[in-house]
């Protein structure tokens, strides 16, 4: 899953991919859980729905009004515990849908000065989003930026793996600050693991083995895909031409 943004026609601007990193972080972020990302008072009303990707190949035009069947249709499949494509049929009676390239073009210079704002307020508050911590197995690999996989150190008895990635974990944002060590001990059973969450620090050792870490921020995460929307929207800005933001 991820985000197109493309023009329908052009010469010079070339349709890109967000990664599905900035479509789960930023534009899902924007609706919560704010204990994790704080976006909180960033934008308007009118701002939100301008950000807010539309599927790919259609958009709602108008909210209808769901007769009483279509609701107590939708309550019974709840109840039920079906699939959620089962839902399909009452949603199409709520909303009026449009594969026209007039009805999902959107205005550049409008999507370009809201994300404009909600990478200021990432940059300007760090705090309010979570860190990323890399590992990495020697000093060398650190400068190249080639972090290390989990996994830190394996033998016949013990395998120790540990996880910077510590913002989806429950105990979060308590933990922001810490990585997670995973240990097992192979005659134990599978489900017997040991979970403990360490402080990072730039050079730790984990199970007697020493490794560096860096930590990055939200901004610096999404460095890539901001630069990379930017770069397009201002080629289309200055072609005159109206983009297309859909997510598949």
């Known amino acids: 899953m991820g985000i197109d943004l493309y023009v329908s026609t052009s010469d010079k601007a070339q349709s890109i991919t967000v990664s599905r990193f900035f479509l789960r972080e930023v534009i899902n972020g924007l609706s919560g859980p704010h204990e994790r990302c704080d976006f909180r008072g960033v934008l308007s009303q009118e701002e939100h729905q301008c950000i807010l990707p539309n599927e790919l190949g259609e958009v709602i035009v108008a909210t209808k009004r769901a007769s009483p069947r279509a609701w107590i249709r939708m309550l019974r499949l709840m109840l039920r515990n079906v699939q959620a494509t089962s839902f399909e049929d009452p949603f199409e009676h709520m909303f009026e849908y449009s594969d026209r390239i007039e009805d999902r073009e959107r205005d550049p210079v409008a999507l370009r000065a809201v994300i404009m704002k909600l990478r200021e ?19 060398r690999d650190l400068e190249r930026d080639q972090p290390m996989d989990e996994v830190i150190f394996e033998d016949e008895d013990v395998h120790v793996s540990a996880s910077g990635t510590v913002c989806y974990c429950d105990e979060y944002p308590d933990v922001r600050n810490k990585v997670l060590v995973h240990t097992k001990r192979k005659n134990e059973p599978a489900g017997d693991i040991k979970r403990v969450f360490v402080p990072v620090a730039p ?14 921020t939200m901004e610096e995460m999404c460095r890539y895909d901001f630069d990379l929307i930017m770069g397009f929207l201002d080629v289309a800005i200055e072609n005159d031409r109206k983009v297309l933001w859909e997510y598949w």
């Open 121 to 139: 307020h990432i940059r300007r508050y760090p705090e309010k989003f979570p860190l990323w911590h890399r590992i990495y197995r020697t000093q």
């Open 203 to 216: 050079t730790m050792v984990i199970h007697g083995v020493q490794v560096f870490t860096r930590s990055l």
